[in-house]
Nanobody
């Protein structure tokens, strides 16, 4: 069964940083691109960053380019380093397999990022 467990969120001041982690299980991790999504209250889920199977290719939403960095390791974990946080980055962050759209219908609980002074 596909399973995602996100962690690392929190309350930070504008300009701060966080490192999010997503532990994946239930599928062959090395065969899938991975992505991070976020959803703010009252808004649709947004794809923010993607990474290819070997980590060579990445893609970012325009709103996060230069501030977010996605990475992955061989331990079935994908990371999202988020710097220079802005209040508009406040959202619940989720991961899923796939590069431009989610590969699985299963979603984790996500990790909440709140940016506020």
């Amino acid at each position: 069964q596909v399973h995602f467990v996100e962690s690392g969120g929190g309350l930070v001041q504008p300009g701060g940083s966080l490192r999010l982690s997503c532990a994946a299980s239930g599928f062959t991790f090395s065969s899938y691109a991975m992505s991070w999504y976020r959803q703010a209250p009252g808004k649709e889920r947004e794809l923010v960053a993607s990474i290819s199977t070997r980590g060579v290719r990445t893609n970012y939403a325009d709103s996060v380019k230069g501030r977010f960095t996605i990475s992955r390791d061989n331990a079935k974990t994908v990371y999202l380093q988020i710097n220079s946080l802005k209040p508009e980055d406040t959202a619940t962050y989720h991961c899923n397999a796939g590069y431009s759209q989610p590969s699985f219908d299963s979603w984790g609980q996500g990790t909440q990022v709140t940016v506020s002074s």
